[in-house]
Nanobody, 113 residues
């Protein structure tokens, strides 16, 4: 069974950091590009970052460039999103995904003082 499980969300003050993890099971992670998306209240889900199967190529939405870093450890079947200098506008539910059809349940990130 294909499964993605996100963890690492929480409440953090502006300027703080969090690292999200996405544990994959039911498929061979190193064969797939992976991504992170987020959805804020009342807004559509938006792309945040993606990483190629080998980890050699990454893409980011402009609003997180220089602050977020996507990485992967294929040996651990895990994808990460390191988020630094968090801003209130980063508040959202963050989802890990593999292609258009495999999604995790999401983890809440709240940036507030």
């Amino acid at each position: 069974q294909l499964r993605l499980v996100e963890s690492g969300g929480g409440l953090v003050q502006p300027g703080g950091s969090l690292r999200l993890s996405c544990a994959a099971s039911g498929f061979t992670l190193d064969s797939y590009a992976m991504g992170w998306f987020r959805q804020a209240p009342g807004k559509e889900r938006e792309f945040v970052a993606s990483i190629s199967a080998s980890g050699g190529t990454t893409y980011y939405v402009d609003s997180v460039k220089g602050r977020f870093t996507i990485s992967r450890d294929n040996a651990k079947d895990t994808v990460y999103l390191q988020m630094n200098n968090l801003k209130p506008e980063d508040t959202a539910v963050y989802y890990c995904n593999r292609g258009p059809t495999v999604w995790g349940q999401g983890t809440q990130v709240t940036v507030s003082s």
